[in-house]
């Protein structure tokens, strides 16, 4: 299987300020269709999780542009400009390359 | 707009079984993957089976293996999953989930399932 490591855990963010996410895949995510399955998502509290990123770098519809997604190599990161209250919850990576599809263990986000 | 709305979720004592129904709405259901994902209380996200767009293709995690099944029918834009031999370990909230890209776009709202006695 393939293991999805996040860092950090815990992440207290004060508004205004860039927040930082990484997640590390223990082997490729790339396809053979040259795209990479990977995707990140944010579970608000008390809500169902929501795409955020998909291909590693591409921002799912109505996702505001202060969220991005980067690669290098088997390293993944989640960037927010400038975080804001309504962007606390956990943050989930995933890989969608083979099943069984894997998450990594969350992120939570919140307001210092 | 795109919906996708669980049920049949409840509590059920070890051993029994229950079926979980997904009805989707708003997209061509018969045109997507479609996966179900599970999250125990407090913990995080673990995915638990997929199935093609016609039902010819399932996959599950090992920890379901031989006592879930995963159906849909697009007839009626809906998905399924039935449990069977259920344990307190797939004490759960249930989504379901659609396959865009290898993501998972869009999610349910969830239903509970928990198992004890």
């Known amino acids: 299987d393939i293991v999805m490591t996040q860092s950090p855990l815990s992440l207290p963010v004060t508004p205004g300020e860039p927040a930082s996410i990484s997640c590390r895949s223990s082997?490729?995510?790339?396809?053979?269709?040259?795209?990479?399955?990977f995707s990140w998502y944010l579970q608000k509290p008390g809500q169902s999780p929501q795409l955020l990123i998909y291909?590693?770098?591409n921002r799912a519809s109505g996702v505001p542009d202060r969220f991005s997604g980067s690669r290098s190599g088997t390293d993944f990161t989640l960037k927010i400009s400038s975080v804001e209250a309504e962007d606390v919850g956990v943050y989930y990576c995933?890989?969608?390359?083979?099943?069984?599809?894997?998450f990594g263990q969350g992120t939570k986000l919140e307001i210092k | 707009e795109v919906q996708l709305v669980e049920s049949g979720g409840g509590l059920v004592q070890p051993g029994g079984s229950l079926r979980l129904s997904c009805a989707a709405s708003?997209?061509?259901?018969?045109?997507?993957?479609m996966h179900w994902i599970r999250q125990a209380p407090g913990k995080g996200l673990e995915w638990v089976s997929r199935?093609?767009?016609?039902?010819?293709?399932?996959n599950y995690a090992d920890s379901v293996q031989g006592r879930f099944t995963i159906s849909r029918d697009n007839a009626k834009s809906t998905l399924y999953l039935q449990m069977t031999s259920l344990r307190a370990e797939d004490t759960a909230i249930y989504y379901c989930?659609?396959?865009?890209?290898?993501?998972?776009?869009?999610w349910g709202q969830g239903t509970l399932v928990t198992v004890s006695s």
């Open positions: 989930s659609r396959d865009l890209a290898g993501s998972r776009d869009s």
């Open positions: 708003g997209f061509t259901f018969s045109s997507y993957w």
């Open positions: 199935l093609n767009t016609d039902g010819s293709i399932t």
């Open positions: 082997q490729s995510l790339l396809h053979s269709n040259g795209n990479t399955f």
């Open positions: 291909f590693d770098s």
């Open positions: 995933m890989q969608g390359l083979q099943t069984p599809y894997t």
